[in-house]
């Protein structure tokens, strides 16, 4: 016969079949201590089985280290500095007016090839026209009241003549000495104005050739055979020549030979100097490298966010016209190159055995809990320069042995041995690293 699922003899949980099961609170209570204390003998078991694989993992890698090796070879090495910067023509001029005035005509475009002389735009010369005529005026003017300097001139040196002969009869009594004075001013007069008023036709006729130069300046022409690079104004713009001479034209003078100014640092600047090859590459022409040659390093810095950089100009040619003025480049200046030279890996001069020598010592869990002697400090490594005395390491009856050697130049990846023991293919130790089961 089937019991209710609400009579009161039916178990609704876990607890009340452990409580039936056991007969009361008494049994229940037990069970609940047995199921706690269980739970944490539990997490110690698994605690423990984890700390015993990690010794034994441990153990067992640390005792197994090998050394890496790599050996030395004959090859050739290039030392290069990496820079950037931006492509320039060699001379570009940027065409102006001297003069103020309204635009009449434009006669280039961009890109337009120009030669020497060639007409690019035209202001009106209106103004200066008429500035012209009050100056031929102005000098007609001057050149007649000369003349008329010249008569005044005449006539008192020819009253002045007469005196003195009427004195010179007289014997002295006529005319009056006051007369005679008044008369020889009279003729300094005249001759002081004769010259102020040549003065006059001289400054007339200067500015008479002024309007007549503005007038040819009016007409704007290339100051160099090359390149419209930009067109900055349009037919009736107004030109304003004030303070600063406003630019109307860019032009380059010969886009075939270019520059590439680039930022060296001041790290490197010291290996560049002029005459150095060197390549780049830019955004536009993928996968191409341009051929370029250093000209000169600026001895003026730059300070940009608290980096110094120098001014290095190469030589760039554009016989295609593949490369075109301010476009980005990304340049490599070589400053060393050898052919056939020793080379050792650079992280061999790098590598130092732990404790100076023998095999790495065992770094299990266990001995990395125990306490432990300070080490002895060594030596800082010296850094990969040009003649440092450094030394490399080779296996002998599976232990390191030191080969000292001097080194030439180094590019990060291979350095030149310049004297030593060490030979080509002799195995040199670069690191260490776990064995391999």
């Known amino acids: 016969m089937n019991t209710p699922a609400n009579s009161p003899n039916t178990p609704n949980t ?9 007969g009361g609170n008494t049994g229940s209570r037990k069970i609940a201590f047995f199921r706690k204390r269980g739970w944490r003998w539990g997490v110690a078991a698994v605690a423990l089985t984890v700390i015993l694989y990690i010794f034994l993992r441990d153990g067992a890698s640390s005792s197994q280290m090998r050394y890496v090796t790599e050996k030395a070879e004959i090859g050739s090495i290039t030392v290069s500095v990496s820079a950037s910067g931006s492509l320039q023509p060699i001379r570009a001029v940027d065409v ?19 030669k020497k002389g060639q007409l690019l735009a035209q202001l009106d010369t209106s103004k200066l026209k008429d500035a012209v005529l009050k100056s031929r005026a102005a000098v007609i003017s001057a050149e007649a009241r000369v003349a008329q300097m010249e008569a005044t001139q005449a006539e008192s040196r020819a009253s002045l003549s007469r005196m003195r002969q009427v004195a010179a009869l007289s014997g002295g009594k006529v005319p009056a000495q006051t007369e005679l004075e008044s008369a020889e001013a009279a003729v300094k007069r005249a001759e002081a104005n004769l010259k102020s008023a040549l003065a006059d036709v001289s400054q007339a006729r200067a500015t008479l050739k002024t309007d007549e130069t503005n007038i040819r300046k009016a007409a704007i022409a290339s100051p160099v055979d090359g390149v419209v690079l930009a067109r900055k104004v349009e037919p009736g713009q107004t ?14 003078e010969d886009l075939t030979q270019m520059e590439l100014h680039v930022n060296v640092d001041e790290a490197d600047v010291a290996q ?15 996968g191409r490298k341009f051929p370029a040659r250093v000209a000169r390093v600026d001895l003026g810095s730059t300070l940009t966010d608290n980096v110094v950089t120098y001014t290095t ?9 593949a490369l075109r003025p301010g476009m980005t480049a990304s340049a490599e200046i070589i400053t060393a190159r050898r052919d056939r030279a020793l080379l050792v890996p650079s992280a061999a001069l790098r590598f130092t055995p732990v404790d100076g020598a023998g095999p790495p010592a065992s770094q299990g869990f266990l001995s990395r809990l125990m306490p432990r002697f300070p080490r002895s400090r060594q ?13 490399v390491w080779v296996l002998e009856n599976g232990q390191p042995r030191p080969i000292p050697l001097k080194i030439g130049v180094t590019n990060g990846r291979y350095a030149e041995v310049l004297e030593g023991e060490l030979k080509a293919d002799m195995a040199v130790i ?3 690293e776990a064995a391999r089961p």
């Open 14 to 22: 876990l607890k009340d079949l452990l409580s039936h099961a056991s």
């Open 272 to 286: 560049v100097v002029a005459g150095q090859e060197a390549n780049f590459t830019v955004s536009a022409w993928n």
């Open 96 to 114: 102006g007016s001297e003069l103020s005035g309204t635009l009449e005509s434009v006669l280039v475009r961009e890109n337009d090839r120009v």
């Open 313 to 321: 100009v190469l030589e760039v040619a554009n016989n295609d016209l």
């Open 430 to 432: 670069t690191g260490r």
């Open 239 to 252: 030109v304003a020549a004030a303070m600063t001479t406003p630019v109307l034209f860019n032009i380059a």
């Open 379 to 391: 030596a800082p490594r010296k850094r990969l320069e040009n003649g440092a005395n450094m030394r």
